[in-house]
Structure formats: C-alpha cells, structure tokens
C-alpha cells in the first residue's frame, strides 16, 4: 500500500478509536446522562389538565377581578375628592382611619354622621348660610362664658401690681367692662406695662387664667399648663404678625366677608354687626395691635376680651 494510503488509513483508525473511547468512558456517560436530565427538566414536565381551570379557580379569579377593579374606583374616587375638595378630603381620610372604619361600610357611616352632626364634623366651607350664622352664634357663646372669668382674675392680680397708677387703670378698666362700658384705645394701652411682668405677663399667667383664656380664644383648654401657655403664646404671635400685614394693606382692600372674619377670629360676634361697624371695631383692634411690642402680646390676648365684650351692646 502506498505510504499516502497507509497514512490516510492510519488517520480513519484515530478518529474511530476517539469515537469509541469517548462513547465508552464512564465520566462522559454520566456526564451526557446529567445533560440529558437536565434538559428535560428545562423543557418541563408535559402540559397537564391544569389548563382547564377548576370550578374553584374560576370563583378566585373573579373575586381578585372585583377586588383589584374595587381599588381602581377608589383610588380614583380619592384622587377626585383630594383634588376637587381638598379640605373635605382631609376630614374624610381622618374618619376612615380612624375608630369609625373599623367596620364593613364604614364610610357610609361617615357621610350619615356628617350629616346628622355638620357643626362637629363638617368645616364652615361646608355649611349653608343659615348654618353659618347659628353655629359661630353657638361658638360665641362658648367664649362668652370665659369673659366674666377672665375678668375676675384681673381683679384679683390688682393687688399684686407694684405700680399704684397702674393699679388704678386695671380696676378702673374692669368696672366700666362690667357696667358694659366699651373701653377707648388709649385706656387699653395704658395698661401696657401690667401685661409684660408678674403678676399678667405671658409667661406668668397661673394655670386657670390660661384655661379661660384658652375657651375665649376657641381653643381647648384640657391641656398641661406649659402646652397652653405655648399653645396661646403662638397664637397670639400670628395674630399679631396678621395684624402688621393687615395694617399695611389697610382694612379698606378687605371684602365684607373678609372684614367679619378677621374680627370673629379676634373675639367679635360679627354675623349680627353691620359692615361699617365690624370694620371700625378692627381699626381700632388693629391700633391696639401694632403699637404692642412682643413682650406686651399678653395684653393683645386679654384684648380679645377688653375690646370685644361691650361693642355696640353685644354683652347680652
């Protein structure tokens, strides 16, 4: 045979015997047996009756449907009050977390409450004009019945002012308040040096002086001491920066309706006063206001009382 023959021959025997060696080797047949395995198990189990689902199945599936639909209104319906009635939306999320949630439709609850109970539950944004005037009379009324108190208390720090004139002024001031006497600006600011120390100043007003102080301003006077003294000290201090702004822009810039709520926040029952007489009263507010300096804000919050308790006859 010739030698490119032999050579030819030789390379065929090679490649049959790689071939056959490698078919019979132990390591590799396992090694093709895990390959084959796995393969399978890529390739899944085969398709199985699990297509057709079960009566059961079919009720799961409906409920998830309803359930993620469910979701899809509310959050739509969330989206709307929030975006339409944002303060109306507020006192609704604070109602369906709260207590009152708790049960299945709850927030209908929600709505007969509002209904049935609009001056607790409701802001005045929501109230009709009637109801406007019958609810700031009910919360006035609330105030009022503070004023006397507050004067009391004033009476009996009399005798712990140093200052004899300013002695004199304090029980002056609440005499003609009790005859139903309406002060003049220049007697209230004369008692400004009673309302910046002992025994009036903010800081060193005793616990039931601030409790009453706290019904007349509408504020809840079921609080420790140090919280009410910093609860009507804040207040006081916006009010006071609102007055400086208002001063500037002049009460004349403000509509009626404006006019009767600056001054049924400053402690006047203005639903039952005429507009000039509710814009003089809040000129004369505002004079009072923007002369005290900071260390004086104690007298602006007995102001509440000093110049809104007698105003044309409202003492009743």
């Avoid at 319906?77 to 049960?103: A, N, Q």
């Avoid at 009767?260 to 039952?272: D, E, F, M, V």
């Avoid at 260390?295 to 105003?311: D, I, K």
């Amino acid at each position: 045979m010739p030698p490119a023959g032999k050579m030819a021959l030789s390379r065929v025997c090679w490649a049959r015997a790689a071939l056959w060696g490698s078919a019979v080797t132990p390591g590799s047949f396992v090694t093709r047996r895990l390959q084959l395995g796995r393969s399978v198990l890529a390739w899944g189990a085969p398709r199985s009756s699990k297509l057709h689902l079960s009566p059961k199945a079919d009720v799961k599936s409906l409920i998830s449907y309803v359930v993620t639909t469910t979701k899809v209104i509310n959050g739509k319906y969330h989206r709307f009050l929030g975006r339409h009635f944002p303060r109306f939306y507020v006192l609704y999320t604070i109602f369906m977390k709260g207590i009152i949630s708790i049960p299945p439709f709850a927030n209908y609850l929600v709505f007969l409450l509002m209904y049935l109970f609009p001056r607790q539950l409701l802001i005045q944004h929501f109230w009709t004009p009637k109801q406007q005037i019958d609810f700031l009379d009910i919360y006035h009324a609330l105030r009022k019945q503070s004023h006397l108190e507050i004067i009391s208390y004033l009476e009996r720090v009399i005798p712990l002012i140093s200052d004899a004139g300013l002695q004199w002024h304090l029980s002056e001031m609440c005499t003609k308040i009790q005859r139903g006497i309406h002060p003049a600006i220049h007697d209230i600011l004369a008692l400004r040096k009673c309302f910046c120390n002992h025994p009036l100043g903010m800081n060193q007003l005793q616990a039931l002086h601030m409790k009453a102080l706290s019904r007349a301003m509408l504020l809840t006077p079921y609080l420790p001491p140090p919280l009410l003294r910093h609860r009507l000290k804040t207040h006081t201090t916006v009010i006071h920066h609102l007055d400086r702004a208002l001063a500037k822009l002049g009460v004349a810039q403000l509509t009626a309706q404006e006019v009767k709520s600056a001054c049924y926040l400053r402690g006047l029952n203005s639903t039952h006063i005429a507009e000039d007489r509710c814009r003089t009263w809040l000129g004369e507010w505002l004079q009072i206001s923007c002369t005290l300096k900071e260390a004086e804000l104690s007298l602006l919050l007995h102001n509440v009382v000093l110049l809104s308790t007698n105003y044309l006859g409202t003492r009743r």
